[in-house]
């Protein structure tokens, strides 16, 4: 009897045990930057059938709303889009910190961030560097108490 294989289709990590401090993210601006929690789930698990263009013009267009259904705190929410026409496999959301506020008085501040893959495989901190070193964090980021 075959043993039938199992298809990915959602893992959410809620701890920063998972990405020590070795893998802590250092950005071209300096500033250090830790994982707290990431989601990862297959683009087009709500779609049965269709056109992979319009599929993921769809998918795209309710991305936002659908992401802070399932997680409202996941705010800010910065998606970096390459643009595509065809969305890749996998959406990742990650949630990182940094321990240095953008207002003296706090004590860190935050962003969630989402972007598109084909490869799970590949380490997930240098993603994420890629990704806000592309961007002012102070832009995009809130301030928050620990």
Not at 11 to 22: L, Q
Not at 112 to 131: L, R, S
Request: one cysteine or more; a negative charge.
């Amino acid at each position: 009897m075959e043993k039938e294989a199992e298809t990915f289709k959602e893992m959410y990590i809620k701890s920063r045990s998972h990405f020590p401090k070795e893998e802590t993210i250092l950005l071209k601006s300096g500033r250090e930057i830790l994982i707290d929690q990431i989601y990862i789930y297959y683009t087009y698990i709500t779609t049965v059938v269709g056109d992979p263009v319009w599929c993921s013009t769809d998918i795209r267009s309710r991305l936002k709303s659908s992401i802070l259904d399932k997680f409202p705190y996941f705010q800010p929410l910065y998606i970096f889009d390459e643009g595509l026409t065809v969305l890749p496999s996998y959406t990742c959301v990650a949630e990182v910190t940094s321990l240095t506020p953008i207002n003296p008085k706090n004590h860190v501040s935050f962003l969630h961030i989402c972007w598109f893959t084909n490869d799970i495989g590949k380490p997930i901190p240098p993603m994420i560097k890629d990704i806000l070193d592309g961007i002012v964090w102070e832009t995009w980021a809130k301030d928050g108490l620990l």
